[in-house]
């Protein structure tokens, strides 16, 4: 081939090169505008400066990258960084797997293998429970085993939301999931993920007409099962109440607000403000439920079901039992993009019934601050709960 013919292909490879930059750029830059436009916030220099860099990396990459690149895997990984870089522990990027499974666990239409996993002591995700007769009871994972990887991909700087996201997204999907026990061994196990309905609340009486309801989570259903279990309890001759939050994620204030108004009189259960300062408020009214509870609540009692024990906690309607929560006040809203992906971001603070912002105090503390037992035969907390509704 001859020199001429070589700068030719060369140069056909230059223009391509830098039509295929435009192209990325002008697409780009026009999506940043567009929407910078619809938010009324539009700064043509710097949607054009973002959206070149954006493209340079990509071009970089597809030029000196010696491995395979998966565009859209390094598109989802920026987006996700890029919420990420907020600092905000709640807020987060969702593929439209995660999006997916994300709306069936909203649903309470529990898209898993049938167990419940906490961050325990050494910052690990550990099977804290596992149900019998399931996908993961099945296949013989244990309480106490702590999470590797799923499907290949490690758990490692993942937040608990993410696992059980990523756990989720696998629905009707055969994966792998690896364990490490107590001595630090690892096992791996293939599972299936299948999608099923159960109700968050669990209820029944115990130690001479005590009723004691279990609440894990505040999604869907939650707040009328929570009544339907309550009017149960008080039909069997219920005299008082515990209520159990430990490990409850939390949920929507929706389903909160229906088991708070129907426990306590009228009066403020909490309030909202968002960013330029908008403020409404919840209230209850004058129907309520007069009789002793407790309510038992940990560090992995989160969100909605914080505002359960607070609100209970600061009316003096319940005695809270246990140890400090979460201390998460923040709203989310799911926005979709138009890929089929989200963003879960915060958007609003809570408040309690008596204006404090749970996320700035650190928690709920407890009228009785007791530590599980493993070394007691019976749950110290629990008796604990029933020793507060009894006095």
């Known amino acids: 081939m001859s020199k001429k013919s070589k700068d030719t292909d060369f140069d056909k490879k230059s223009r391509l090169s830098l039509f295929i ?15 910078k436009l619809a938010v009324g916030s539009f700064d043509g220099r710097e949607a054009l400066i973002n959206a070149k860099r954006y493209a340079e990396i990509e071009q970089i990459v597809a030029d000196n990258y010696i491995g395979t690149a998966d565009e859209d895997s390094m598109r989802s990984a920026a987006a996700a960084a890029m919420v990420r870089a907020l600092g905000d522990k709640w807020s987060y ?59 290949g991909q490690s758990v490692d700087g993942m937040s608990i939301t993410e696992v059980q996201n990523l756990i989720r ?29 159960k109700s968050p609340v669990s209820y029944k009486m115990i130690d001479n007409n005590v009723g004691y309801i279990r609440i894990k989570n505040f999604e869907a259903g939650s707040g009328d099962d929570a009544r339907a279990a309550i009017d149960f309890l008080v039909s069997s001759g219920a005299t008082s109440f515990v209520f159990d939050l430990r490990d409850n994620p939390g949920g929507l ?13 009228d009066g403020k259960l909490f309030s909202t403000a968002d960013k330029d300062g908008n403020t409404s ?15 038992i609540v940990n560090g992995n009692t989160y969100s909605a079901a914080e505002f359960f024990a607070v609100t209970l906690q600061e ?11 979460s201390g998460k006040s923040r709203n ?27 996320a700035e105090v650190g928690g709920v503390t407890p009228n009785v601050v007791i530590a599980p037992d493993s070394e007691s035969e019976s749950d110290v907390q629990i008796d604990a709960a029933l020793k507060a509704v009894k006095s």
Request: aromatic share 8%; net charge negative.
């Open 315 to 325: 009316y003096n309607w319940a005695t809270i039992v246990g140890e400090q929560t």
């Open 253 to 265: 204030f929706d389903e909160l607000t229906k088991v708070l108004d129907y426990l306590l009189p």
């Open 169 to 197: 997204s696998k629905l009707n999907l055969d994966f792998n999931i690896v364990v490490r026990d107590e001595n630090g061994d690892d096992s791996a196990v293939t599972l299936a993920c299948a999608a099923s309905y």
């Open 332 to 358: 989310q809203v799911t926005i979709e993009l138009s890929n089929g992906d989200a963003i879960h971001i915060s958007t609003e603070k809570y408040l309690t019934s008596k204006g404090v912002d749970l």
């Open 93 to 151: 990027y969702m593929t439209a797997e995660e999006y997916a499974s994300y709306k069936i666990s909203s649903a309470n239409e529990l898209a898993g293998i049938g167990m419940s996993i906490v961050v325990n002591s050494d910052g690990k995700f550990e099977i804290s429970s596992v149900e019998p007769g399931t996908v993961a009871g099945n296949a013989g994972l244990l309480a106490g085993q702590t999470l590797v990887s799923i499907d």
């Open 21 to 35: 930059i435009i192209c990325l750029v002008i697409a780009a830059a026009t999506a940043l505008i567009t929407y």
């Open 281 to 295: 408020t919840v209230s209850s009214d004058k129907i309520c439920l007069k009789y002793k509870m407790a309510v």
